[in-house]
């Protein structure tokens, strides 16, 4: 069993979209099987799929250990000991962030680490400003993306 402590980046999320970004192993069929099976509780409680969550609720999940087990490269931003980063402007919500020409947002299947996306989440890391055991299903993510050739301003989202 398995518990999830829902906090503010986690709630008004739908109960069965929260477990498709907290369990990414877990197949989409299995989450409502498993719910209709009273193997997910929120607070003790039935569950039902489109249940919104709320800050404070806490999730039981009777289900295998295997669904657990995270993917290597979610983690790849832990390579980067020293994030390249052009941060145009940064507050609490969001960075401006300005990609170099030749960057990729996002991994490919050529490029898994030099990404700005993994550069980003290594600066929040080593900042503490995220910290991927406590936030369940929140990742910062990037709200838009440039080619890898073009360099620009792009925005991240550094909370829900």
């Known amino acids: 069993m398995r518990e999830f402590h829902i906090g503010k980046n986690d709630e ?13 192993l877990l197949p ?18 039935r569950a039902q799929r489109d ?4 800050a404070g ?21 832990l390579t980067i000991t020293t994030p390249r980063l ?16 030749g960057m990729l947002a996002h991994a490919d299947e050529h ?6 996306v993994n550069h980003m989440l290594a600066y929040l890391y080593q900042k ?10 929140f990742t910062p993510a990037l709200c838009n993306r440039i080619d890898r050739n073009t360099g620009g301003i792009v925005i991240a989202a550094k909370n829900a």
């Open 51 to 54: 249940q919104k969550l709320v």
């Open 86 to 101: 052009k941060i145009v402007h940064e507050d609490e919500n969001i960075m401006l962030l300005d990609k170099p020409a």
């Open 128 to 137: 503490r400003e995220w910290r991927p055991r406590e936030e369940n299903a």
């Open 111 to 116: 490029e898994k680490v030099n990404t700005l």
């Open 57 to 77: 609720d806490i999730l039981q999940c009777y289900i295998n250990d295997e669904f657990f087990e995270s993917p290597s490269e979610e983690n790849v931003y």
């Open 28 to 45: 989409a069929s299995l989450v409502q099987k498993y719910i209709r099976l009273k193997r997910i509780k929120v607070n003790g409680a």
């Open 12 to 24: 008004n999320q739908r109960l069965d979209r929260f477990l498709g970004k907290a369990i990414p």
